[in-house]
């Protein structure tokens, strides 16, 4: 496939976030955290959501609160949920 027809092709709409009750995550919390997951950065997440880096700043910090840990425990909480796949190698 040719980088023309690649633009091309339609894009997959985003899922629609879903919240993560039993880890006291909303819909949002539960995206950002899921975006982290797979290692972006805090600028890479604002960008792709539309938010400030501000704001993901600060849902991070919510998520680091509520799961009582770092990127590693945040990871590993969203997968036991069932939330996100397992991060990327």
Known sequence: MTGHEAAEQPTKPAAQPTPA??????ARQSEVACLLADGLTYAQ?????????HTVHEHVRHIYERLGGGRS?????LIRAGLCD???K
């Open 45 to 53: 997440i604002a960008a792709r959501r539309a938010l400030s880096e």
């Open 21 to 26: 009750p039993d880890l006291g995550l909303t």
């Open 86 to 88: 397992s991060p990327p």
């Open 73 to 77: 425990r945040v990871i590993a909480a």
